[in-house]
């Protein structure tokens, strides 16, 4: 996936009611490997990463790039939020709406720590998360993509205002595919 373009980088951090959004620092470190290495969170990605790889592999600054924003709650990390360009040529019809200027979509992810789940966190930073690209990129569509046996992440893109334009099998798995266009509102 390439960058979100000329967006400038990292933003300024985004406070919510209960949450602040900003890029990774080296105090996440420990909550990345914990992220990626959940077996819960992993059920639906691939499977977890092994922990000794991930304490081998995750740098001191974790995942510092474009795109990511670290969700803290009472000064720790909880999960991540994602924008990233989905390329037009992975499965998926990109749907109504005006892609980027390279012709791929921003896509939405999200991934958070089991105790950060039920509270509404996901909720609460994606519609952050996409009030601020609307702002940043306004007019640009925003698509998500999601395995339909992921009934948590099925009930949050509804929630958050995609729409399914299409379903396919990639990574051995139904995946269902949705556009949330501008003007969108959460509901």
Not at 10 to 18: K, S
Not at 149 to 174: C, H, I
Request: hydrophobic share 35%; net charge negative; aromatic share 8%.
């Amino acid at each position: 996936m390439t960058e979100l373009g000329c967006l400038a980088w990292p933003p300024d951090p985004i406070h919510t009611a209960r949450l602040v959004l900003r890029g990774s620092e080296a105090r996440d470190r420990a909550a990345f490997i914990e992220l990626f290495a959940s077996p819960e969170v992993g059920v639906h990605l691939g499977g977890p990463r092994p922990r000794d790889e991930l304490e081998r592999d995750v740098p001191e600054v974790p995942r510092q790039r474009r795109g990511l924003f670290v969700v803290e709650l009472g000064g720790a990390m909880v999960g991540t939020v994602t924008l990233e360009r989905r390329a037009a040529e992975r499965p998926g019809d990109p749907g109504p709406g005006d892609p980027g200027p390279d012709g791929d979509r921003a896509e939405l992810g999200y991934m958070f720590l089991p105790r950060a789940w039920g509270s509404g966190y996901a909720t609460e930073a994606c519609t952050a998360v996409l009030g601020w690209f609307a702002t940043a990129r306004p007019g640009e569509a925003v698509v998500l993509c999601t395995q339909m046996a992921n009934d948590p992440s099925m009930r949050l893109a509804r929630k958050l205002g995609f729409t399914e334009v299409a379903r396919f099998e990639e990574y051995g798995a139904e995946q269902w595919f949705g556009v949330r266009n501008p003007g969108t509102r959460s509901g």
